[in-house]
């Protein structure tokens, strides 16, 4: 199945509520999949394409207040259009799925695949101190299980989830393992698991529930920062999760994710050929970031290559993580160019191997 | 077993369901496979290119910068793609629209009059299978049975009644390839 075939298929199969979205290449198929397979006559999950992203992010920020297991997706210059409601969904401590199958930007860009959203999603995007969980797929079938995954966290921390994944797997096809269908949560289950804050319906035995996310007083919303924070703590301690390939024995670590890293792990298989202890870590939470592992593996290795599809966006991570005691560079293309593993192998002798000897 | 595959020609020539029909087939037999196609503002008249990879093994780049097959079916194709042929390895074109041969010679090279066979059989759509059984001739990296099985999996349940002529365009696209002196 293709990559973002499998986003609709697994939305329905997880028991989703609901998909508000709007079409944007190279995404469409979502929605046009979701469309196909009309699941309002089976579970009774509400698809819509709304008017605008605008619209579609503030559609999942209601569907999220009440409880509701809801997602949106798009690509890199329809998510800034969503980043003020997301802000809001974060600032509100809702739970959501965000998809964004990345382009080349900025502005409307290209239509081709990208990494350069790295940022925007581990950093912020929208305004206001807050963090969303990034997951960072490199496979189809990653794509599928981290809609399951996503929702998840989301709702054990009541924060937005955002599935940062690029053009090459939402238009490539893999062999995909799909799970039986769940469904939907019942009013039932939903009171149970977000009766103490969620909209269900105000009952004479509890206080009114009130989502927002404005405060006017500072003291109180200061409150609400540090609950907030507390959470991203948590989050960091315990949702940290990467793979690592061949880092055993490595003098020398690539560091990716996404597509990219793919493309690094053929670059390992290439450089063990030629005698080169090339190893990869993969992180797969961009936010929270596997800093720690990283940090561990550079009092090993002899130099670091971070590889993204951007100008240089984790770099900035590696280097926090490594603290200046190896030589962190970085490697990239631009635009909607997707470098091959050669060109990696090429760049990794040129800016680590030949200058750490 | 890896094989690392590029079809590149021209938008509405087939060439990506040509792609899709191998590695469904890869699938009947259990392979890893990956399908990427180019996308982009790319309809029919423009150029259009899927790389399929099909192994017995996880396949961990879906892109490559060296095919052990290349299936090349329009000018612009060969200029970008010749050069891109492992050494050893098979290149297949349709004689069709080439003004530059490939000039290549460690390099195996096929033709096949894919677009005049599909003209003489009354179906230009037929073009793409022809080209499939041909490659299967050569590099057969999956059975004709599995092959059928693959077509009848990527192609819609309304195009069905098709699936007879198709299959006998695989088979008759494995008579016409010639391998170039």
Request: glycine letters at 10%; one cysteine or more.
């Amino acid at each position: 199945m293709k990559g973002n075939e499998v986003i609709a298929e697994a939305a329905v199969r997880y028991g989703c509520d609901g998909y508000f979205g709007y079409p944007i290449t190279p995404q469409s198929e979502v929605m046009e999949s979701l469309m196909e397979m009309k699941p309002w006559e089976t579970t009774g999950m509400v698809v819509v394409q709304a008017e605008s992203e605008v619209a579609s992010i503030n559609m999942v920020y209601g569907g999220a207040a009440c409880g509701k297991r809801v997602m949106t997706s798009s690509s890199s210059p329809g998510i800034s259009l969503m980043c003020e409601g997301i802000s809001y969904i974060a600032g509100a401590s809702l739970p959501c799925l965000i998809v964004n199958v990345q382009r080349g930007g900025p502005g409307l860009g290209t239509i081709q695949p990208s990494q350069s959203d790295y940022f925007q999603a581990t950093k912020g995007g929208g305004h206001g101190d807050y963090h969303l969980i990034a997951l960072a797929p490199n496979s189809v079938q990653e794509m599928y299980d981290f809609v399951g995954l996503g929702f998840d966290l989301a709702f054990k921390y009541r924060v937005p989830a955002m599935m940062l994944a690029d053009g090459v797997i939402g238009q490539m096809m893999e062999k995909v393992v799909l799970d039986d269908p769940r469904p939907r949560r019942t009013d039932e289950q939903i009171e149970q698991e977000c009766g103490d804050w969620a909209l269900t319906g105000k009952k004479k035995e509890r206080q009114r529930h009130v989502i927002t996310s404005l405060e006017l007083d500072p003291y109180a919303q200061e409150v609400v920062n540090e609950k907030l924070q507390a959470t991203y703590r948590l989050i960091e301690a315990n949702e940290v999760r990467y793979q690592t390939t061949a880092t055993e024995d490595a003098d020398y670590l690539l560091v990716a994710y996404g597509s990219s890293a793919r493309i690094c792990a053929k670059v390992v298989e290439m450089a063990r050929e030629a005698g080169y202890k090339v190893g990869l870590l993969r992180p797969i939470t961009l936010w929270p970031f596997p800093g720690k592992p990283i940090a561990e593996l550079a009092g090993q290795v002899k130099g670091i290559l971070s590889v993204e599809l951007n100008s240089g966006q984790m770099i900035e991570d590696v280097r926090l993580a490594v603290n200046g005691r190896v030589p962190v560079e970085h490697y990239g293309r631009m635009g909607g160019v997707v470098y091959s593993p050669g060109e990696v192998f090429e760049a990794l002798k040129e800016k680590i191997i030949n200058k750490t000897k | 077993m890896t094989e690392e595959l590029i079809i590149a020609g021209f938008g509405g020539q087939g060439v990506l369901s040509m792609g899709k029909i191998l590695a469904y087939s890869g699938v009947m037999q259990d392979y890893e496979v990956s399908w990427m196609p180019s996308y982009g503002p790319e309809m029919r008249g423009g150029t259009a290119n899927v790389t399929v990879m099909i192994s017995d093994k996880p396949i961990s780049s879906p892109i490559a910068h060296e095919f052990d097959t290349a299936i090349i079916l329009n000018q612009q194709s060969m200029d970008k793609f010749e050069s891109q042929v492992k050494k050893g390895g098979i290149l297949i074109y349709d004689t069709n629209g080439i003004t530059r041969h490939p000039s290549r010679t460690d390099i195996r090279i096929y033709t096949i009059d894919a677009t005049e066979e599909a003209a003489r059989l009354g179906n230009p759509r037929l073009f793409n299978t022809l080209i499939l059984g041909a490659y299967l001739k050569v590099r057969p990296v999956v059975t004709l049975e599995s092959t059928y099985k693959g077509l009848k999996k990527s192609l819609p349940e309304r195009a069905h009644k098709t699936l007879p002529q198709n299959e006998e365009a695989i088979r008759h696209g494995g008579e016409i390839i010639r391998e170039r002196a």
